[in-house]
């Protein structure tokens, strides 16, 4: 038998990772719906700690505070919705947040919210199919951005003309699928009286290259001759509500612990 081969070396072991050669960010990914945005990165760090700037145009730059988390809600920074943002995720120890040095960093692709934000579902209200007349209601998705009078605003609000919706329907049991399109929030179209159709409708943005179309509503089916108010839509807005309002609560708390965790230091 041969003999055994002598183990390979080791890969060089540097001690554990300190500045300068701390691992920066991979992988950089903005993810964003209905004008709601999260930057999300890798890998988790180990005894390190991540903080990310965003720069914009008029913005000039932003920090947010020393974070162990791989994703960062950044909606609240990207209000200029129009302006190209761009992110660097800096890896720091905590005692290097007490020297001048250029912590290492990884930079993000561009992003630029009004170009790149998903539209996501529209919600159907209502739907009737009378004779031959299917009326379909239904609202714009709301963004995380208020009003000065605490109201959300839609897609429709940012997106002003800039924004249409496509309606795919079809005769229940087959597959011809017909389409409309319409810049208002009601289709109105002719159907044949005694069949029933479902349908679907989408958001589109005709101006962009890419991302046009965007998430789609679920799939409803008439019952000709009745009329169907979707109960289902004021639970929908609730979930939605909290759904934004809580990665803010939860980032808040952070912030406000850390800044606990930090006055010790600022002490005598
Ligand atoms: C980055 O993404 C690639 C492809 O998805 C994956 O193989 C790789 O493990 C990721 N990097 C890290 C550090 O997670
Ligand atoms: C949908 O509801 C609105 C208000 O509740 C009502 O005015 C409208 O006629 C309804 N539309 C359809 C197609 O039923
Ligand atoms: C808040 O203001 C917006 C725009 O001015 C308006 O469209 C909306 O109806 C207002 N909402 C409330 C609840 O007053
Ligand atoms: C955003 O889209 C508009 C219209 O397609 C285009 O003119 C503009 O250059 C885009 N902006 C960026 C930063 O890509």
Request: contains cysteine; positive net charge; glycine residues 4%.
């Amino acid at each position: 038998a041969a003999p055994p081969q002598p183990p390979p070396l080791p890969p060089p072991q540097s001690p554990p990772p300190r500045s300068p050669g701390l691992p920066t960010a991979v992988n950089i990914t903005w993810s964003s719906i209905n004008f709601k945005t999260i930057l999300r990165w890798q890998p988790k760090p180990s005894d390190y700690f991540y903080t990310v700037e965003i720069l914009g145009e008029m913005l000039g730059n932003t920090k947010n505070d020393l974070t162990t988390e791989t994703e960062c809600d950044v909606t609240d920074v990207l209000r200029n919705v129009r302006e190209t943002y761009t992110a660097h995720i800096l890896s720091v120890t905590s005692s290097r947040m007490d020297n001048f040095e250029q912590p290492p960093y990884a930079v993000s692709e561009n992003f630029t919210p009004y170009n790149q934000t998903i539209l996501g579902k529209p919600e159907i209200q209502n739907y009737t199919q009378k004779d031959s007349k299917m009326s379909i209601v239904f609202k714009d998705p709301l963004t995380p951005y208020m009003f000065p009078n605490g109201s959300f605003q839609s897609v429709r609000d940012i997106f002003k003309n800039d924004l249409e919706y496509k309606l795919y329907y079809w005769k229940d049991q087959s597959s011809g699928k017909k389409d409309a399109t319409t810049k208002s929030n009601k289709f109105e179209i002719n159907v044949e009286s005694t069949k029933n159709y479902c349908f679907y409708i989408q958001g589109i943005i005709p101006s962009r290259s890419k991302s046009r179309t965007g998430q789609e509503s679920m799939v409803l089916c008439t019952k000709y001759g009745t009329e169907v108010f979707i109960i289902l839509a004021a639970v929908a807005v609730a979930v939605l509500a909290l759904a934004i309002a809580l990665p803010v609560i939860l980032c808040k708390r952070k912030r406000a612990k850390l800044a606990r965790e930090k006055q010790p230091l600022n002490g005598p």
